[in-house]
């Protein structure tokens, strides 16, 4: 019992782990064109986290009306439909019906209408209002991005005829571009695509740069999640070629002493990144900032005698008496063989720098 003046609606939204918080414990309703119906849930139970998560809502086919109920309390006693709003995302969101649940009188229910202007949200809080009165926010999971769980092969080589590199995953049906990090040089053609695999040719011109890049394949439903791709030299070349490179800024190991780690894959046609016992005639890993210092490194860890690809650990630590924040430029990372082969440089910005 409350004393006058009692609120006539106190709004709460039921979720799926009956925690108040996450995924909305909410049913999805699809009306087809031809007037059929079909229901699912939004979420489902995922045993190796012990705990419900969310089922992605596919809201791309072009002749469905889509419907999302949720369920709560302190909601029916609304003075107006037009006084119940509802967000999703960024996005305004028509509410059908808020008041009792049919089957369950002290259940409360809403129904939304999810517009495609969602498609590809990927997680979207529900906002809920009730006559000003603010609802617990509880969240769905949009889907229709493209999602690419692999790609075969992650690298094409300079100067080659095209080849075909294939992505599989979810959404990729109407895959129309694919957008690299730096595409000069690069050429895409013959795009195909169904629902869970597409296809592309990619050609690279010779005079192309090699190294890392990343890339994010296109559909009308936005873009996937940056993937990393490597350009990579022409087979047999004498100078080793590193890749997928991983470095830190430089941080701190002991009094007067930082470090950069890191790792890097390597291709070297010839077998010669190797470790004889001391700097001279050995491998090395040079890291530095243009115009600051620059630092090499050699050690055990770049024992590779005979190996023409492979992956390296490193750490290259040294003594430094001054710190420079690096507002513009970019740190370098390179790896000389044995026989004064150079590979190509990576860059990266790590803010600070060590001298």
Not at 90 to 118: F, H, M
Not at 186 to 208: L, R, Y
Not at 214 to 227: E, F, H, N, P, V
Request: charged fraction near 15%; glycine fraction near 10%; charge should be neutral.
């Amino acid at each position: 019992m409350c004393r006058p003046p009692c609120a006539s609606v106190a709004p709460g939204l039921f979720s799926a782990n009956s925690d108040g918080k996450g995924v909305a414990a909410a049913v999805v309703t699809r009306t087809r064109a031809d007037g059929t119906q079909a229901s699912d849930l939004t979420f489902r139970y995922d045993p190796a986290q012990a705990k419900q998560v969310p089922v992605p809502i596919d809201l791309r086919p072009p002749n469905e009306q889509v419907v999302l109920v949720l369920f709560g309390t302190g909601i029916r006693n609304r003075s107006s439909l037009t006084a119940v709003k509802a967000t999703i995302g960024s996005v305004d969101c028509e509410v059908l019906y808020a008041g009792t649940q049919a089957e369950y009188p002290r259940l409360d229910q809403l129904n939304i209408r999810l517009p495609k202007t969602l498609i590809g949200t990927d997680e979207a809080t529900i906002l809920l209002n009730v006559d000003g009165r603010m609802a617990n926010p509880v969240t769905i999971l949009i889907g229709g991005r493209p999602i690419v769980s692999s790609m075969s092969p992650d690298f094409v080589r300079v100067g080659g005829s095209a080849t075909t590199v294939t992505f599989t995953g979810q959404y990729l049906e109407g895959v129309n571009k694919l957008t690299f990090s730096s595409s000069a040089g690069i050429t895409v053609s013959n795009i195909q695509s169904s629902e869970t695999q597409a296809t592309a040719q990619i050609a690279v011109a010779a005079n192309a740069d090699v190294g890392d890049r990343t890339l994010k394949i296109g559909t009308s439903a936005g873009t996937s999640d940056a993937l990393g791709f490597v350009i990579k030299p022409v087979a047999g070349s004498k100078a080793p070629f590193i890749y997928h490179v991983k470095a830190s800024s430089p941080l701190p190991i002991s009094t007067g002493q930082v470090a950069v780690t890191g790792s890097f894959d390597f291709d070297d046609a010839d077998g010669d990144i190797l470790w004889t016992g001391s700097a001279a005639g050995s491998a090395k890993l040079t890291v530095g900032l243009s115009g600051a210092c620059s630092i090499s490194g050699s050690g055990s860890f770049l024992d590779r005698k005979g190996q023409t690809s492979g992956h390296v650990e490193y750490i290259v630590a040294w003594s430094a008496s001054s710190l420079t924040f690096v507002i513009s430029g970019e740190s370098s990372l390179r790896l000389t063989d044995a026989a004064g082969n150079v590979s190509n440089l990576f860059f990266w910005s790590p803010g600070i720098w060590w001298c």
